[in-house]
């Protein structure tokens, strides 16, 4: 097993990102068109946060009354910014990490995703799937 590849031969590259100013409704449509359930918050390029499809549960209980998601986005745009609901300073991995630093991070932590970062600027994101995809490759 290739212990020691650079998190870069798996991370995405191409990630979904979302500017620290827009509306929550976006992340909403963001996760129903693409199916992710981690998306960094950036400031340019700039990686200041990240958050999740469970940040996002944890404000619209009214999809559990089964409210028109319409109103659930309009509703969460007028009482909360995306920065209030983000994780601000999430854990990363540099684009020189290992892929074992990314096991282990992952591994001790509730984390299902890490932003990949060069710097502070966004590069890619590392999933759990994507190091068990890496794993299966191995055998």
Do not use: C
């Amino acid at each position: 097993m290739k212990r020691n590849d650079p998190i870069s031969h798996l991370m995405t590259r191409h990630v979904i990102s979302v500017h620290h100013g827009d509306p929550i409704s976006k992340v909403r449509a963001l996760v129903r068109e693409h199916g992710v359930h981690h998306i960094p918050v950036v400031d340019g390029d700039q990686l200041v946060g990240i958050i999740t499809w469970s940040d996002i549960l944890r404000v619209s209980f009214g999809d559990a009354f089964g409210t028109d998601e319409r109103e659930v986005d309009a509703t969460l745009d007028h009482t909360l910014t995306l920065e209030q609901v983000m994780k601000r300073n999430p854990v990363t991995l540099q684009e020189t990490s290992t892929v074992r630093e990314a096991a282990e991070i992952l591994a001790r932590s509730d984390f299902h995703s890490l932003p990949v970062v060069n710097g502070n600027k966004l590069v890619g994101m590392v999933t759990t799937t994507d190091l068990i995809r890496y794993l299966l490759e191995q055998f």
